[in-house]
């Protein structure tokens, strides 16, 4: 909630995460962009120089999901690594700390297996929490249904 207060005047977020860590970070864009309705894009961390890192500065923060069982998570610390070096802001998921991260969320160290359901859940509370500090309506979020009702 702590970290949601400090990004809820954001208008861009960027996600980033590698291996099994990169549908998560597709999935925290969206449920951003979902309850609080601002511009969140996932990618995979080791496309971050085709494209995305065009998008960095010092008012689009990136959201940093590394789990150190990663075999490149030095890599991925490395991406972060080169969003800090053009001001960008790093909220880094990860069961090993950084100096890197400007805010840092721990999670417990899992197996590989298991660390979606791990991880997934700061990366909810964070949408859940920003939405919530900007007045939204958690529950029906606007344009969204809760069931497929029309193919």
């Known amino acids: 909630e702590k970290i949601a207060k400090k990004y809820s005047n954001v208008k861009n ?3 980033l995460g590698r291996g099994v860590s990169y549908p998560l970070a ?4 969206l449920k951003l962009k979902e309850i609080s309705y601002i511009h969140a ?19 689009t923060p990136t959201f940093v ?16 690594n080169e969003v800090k070096a053009r001001n960008g802001k790093i ?9 890197i991260a400007d805010d840092f969320v ?6 590989y297996f298991f660390s979606a359901f791990v991880n997934i859940v700061p990366l909810q ?17 606007r344009n969204l249904a809760k069931s497929v009702t029309v193919e």
């Open 26 to 29: 597709l999935e925290g864009a």
């Open 41 to 59: 894009e996932g990618y995979p961390a080791g496309e971050l120089k085709h494209g995305p890192i065009a998008l960095i500065d010092e008012n």
């Open 125 to 141: 509370l964070f949408a859940y929490h920003i939405a919530n500090i900007l007045g939204n309506d958690v529950d029906q979020p």
């Open 13 to 15: 977020f960027i996600y």
């Open 65 to 80: 999901i590394a789990p150190n069982f990663e075999p490149l998570y030095s890599k991925t610390i490395s991406n972060a």
């Open 91 to 99: 909220i880094l998921l990860s069961d090993k700390f950084s100096n």
């Open 106 to 111: 721990q999670v417990p160290n899992t197996s």
